[in-house]
């Protein structure tokens, strides 16, 4: 389970150390892809095989599951931690992320979510003003 906000920086090569206490879920493999607002999103294998599965059993005779499947799959990466617990976030995805040194590493349970620190503000800002309004429309869910 991945809990927990954490300021990190990337280095000069585009490598983010992954917390300390995230790493041992994370040490058989990971894949990072875009996440749906404009974050990345980094996922144990245990938790990517489910969620691809699902991704690929949409239909492709929709359009929008078609696009979906693109922007889950097409700039997905399957990485690996480095002896110092760090991956090395593909210069595509920094881009769509709008990662350049500060980043904010997000745990949201069964993944990791990596912010830029203005776009994580942006969120932040959203959950204070309409946390409530949220919870309520989502109420039926839980």
Known sequence: ?????YTHALDAKGRLAIPARFREAVADGLVLTRGIDRCLSLYPLAAWRP??????ALPITDPDARNFRRMVFA?????ALDAQGRIL???ELRRYAGLERE???????????????????A??????TDGAAIAQRLATLI
């Open 123 to 128: 969120v932040e800002a959203l959950m204070e």
């Open 51 to 56: 969620l691809a599965e699902k991704v690929s």
């Open 89 to 91: 976030i593909p210069p």
């Open 75 to 79: 700039e997905a990466a399957d990485l």
């Open 1 to 5: 389970m991945f809990l927990g906000r």
């Open 103 to 121: 980043t904010l590493v997000v745990g949201v349970d069964t993944a990791i979510e990596i912010w830029s620190p203005d776009r994580w503000q």
